[in-house]
């Protein structure tokens, strides 16, 4: 495929205005105007650290942190938030770059929230500002703070259907 066509198709994937999946005949239009993606559209994910969110590195009885990958993880969910419920159900979100900084340790039983907030969207590719912060009662830690890019992709249920 040409560098020409692969545009081609990338731009015919996704309107100027992002839509979430809307019900056009059933919404009035002020409904309708509030269902566009936005520059500033936040998407949350808090999570119970868990063991299978945790490392061992030290190998010290009841030193498990919660591991860079699932805060990546979990910055990733908080970023398919923050976009995804807003595109027409035959399209979704792939993750191309992420570009974070974990900053402090957190303990197994921890509470963490993520945050992700749209800062440009360029055709079908979006860039987010993504934090993670420990929650303790009302003291909030930031934990890791960074960028990630989705890439809007549009799919095909029957393909789907076949594979079954």
Known sequence: MSIQSKKKLQNSLIPKQ???RTFASKLKPSEEAKR????GGKGVKTTFVSKDLTTNRTGKEND?????????LLMELASVEAIDP??????????????????ARTNKGATVTTESIIEKIDG??????VKAF????????LI??????RAVIKFDDDNDKKKN
């Open 18 to 20: 992002i839509l979430f």
């Open 86 to 103: 807003f595109l027409d159900k035959s399209f979704a979100t792939v993750g191309f770059h992420v570009n974070v900084k974990h900053l």
């Open 144 to 149: 890791g703070d960074g960028k990630h890019r």
């Open 36 to 39: 566009v993606l936005k520059i």
């Open 64 to 72: 498990d942190v919660l591991s860079t990958p699932s805060m990546i």
């Open 124 to 129: 079908s590719k979006i860039t987010l500002d």
């Open 134 to 141: 420990e929650i303790d009662g009302n003291k909030k830690k």
